[in-house]
Antibody
Framework: EVQVVESGGGFVQSGESLRLSCSVSGFTFRSYAMHWVRQAPGKGLEFVAAISGSGGSTYYADSVKDRFTITRDNVQFTLYLQMSNLRADDTANYYC??????????????WGQGTMVSVSS | DIVMTQSPATLSVSPGERATLSCRASQSVHTNLAWYRQKPGQAPRLLIYGASVRATNIPGRFSGSGSGTEFTLTISSLQSEDFAVYYCQQYSAWPGTFGQGTKLEIK
């Protein structure tokens, strides 16, 4: 069974750091690009960051560039999002998602349940 | 960034009836368009990709159409589990962007 499970969310103060993890199983992890997508409470969906299957290419939303870093460990089947200098507007549920195709940008066919990040100003 | 605009924001339909949701892109995304359904408290689920291809295990009452800048999701006979929020997403250009969502509610 294909699964992605996020962890690492929590409540932090503005300016602090947090690292999210996403543990996957049931598919050949290194063959798929992965994204982080977030959803603020009561709001819509927003791209945060993406990484190619090999980890050689990364992409970021302008709002998080230079503050967030996406990485992956293809041996441990885990995706990470290192978040620094957090702001109140980073408060959201963060989803780990799998790209459906063999390219870095495509539809998202597998979603985790998300991990909530709350940043207090 | 490509801006995706969904309409209407809220759609009220009776169970068993047909629902039609719209999504417009600020520039052509060809057929690089997906639809998702998000039930309360759950993660989104992929319904349609390639503008018109049903994802795995998605029932036939869901259909997608369109290309370029205008897209439609049609649900032919609404079931109870279909009353949720629907998002379109373009994946033609970075960053992939989502519409603001259409809430489908029971009339």
């Amino acid at each position: 069974e294909v699964q992605v499970v996020e962890s690492g969310g929590g409540f932090v103060q503005s300016g602090e750091s947090l690292r999210l993890s996403c543990s996957v199983s049931g598919f050949t992890f290194r063959s798929y690009a992965m994204h982080w997508v977030r959803q603020a409470p009561g709001k819509g969906l927003e791209f945060v960051a993406a990484i190619s299957g090999s980890g050689g290419s990364t992409y970021y939303a302008d709002s998080v560039k230079d503050r967030f870093t996406i990485t992956r460990d293809n041996v441990q089947f885990t995706l990470y999002l290192q978040m620094s200098n957090l702001r109140a507007d980073d408060t959201a549920n963060y989803y780990c998602v799998r790209v459906a195709g063999a390219v870095d940008l495509d539809a998202f066919d597998i979603w985790g349940q998300g991990t909530m990040v709350s940043v207090s100003s | 960034d490509i801006v995706m605009t969904q309409s209407p924001a809220t759609l009220s339909v009776s169970p068993g009836e047909r629902a039609t949701l719209s999504c417009r892109a600020s520039q052509s995304v060809h057929t690089n368009l997906a639809w998702y359904r998000q039930k309360p408290g759950q993660a989104p689920r992929l319904l349609i990709y390639g503008a018109s291809v049903r994802a795995t295990n998605i029932p036939g009452r869901f259909s997608g159409s369109g290309s370029g800048t205008e897209f439609t999701l049609t649900i032919s006979s609404l079931q109870s589990e279909d009353f949720a929020v629907y998002y379109c997403q373009q994946y033609s250009a970075w960053p992939g962007t989502f519409g603001q969502g259409t809430k489908l509610e029971i009339k």
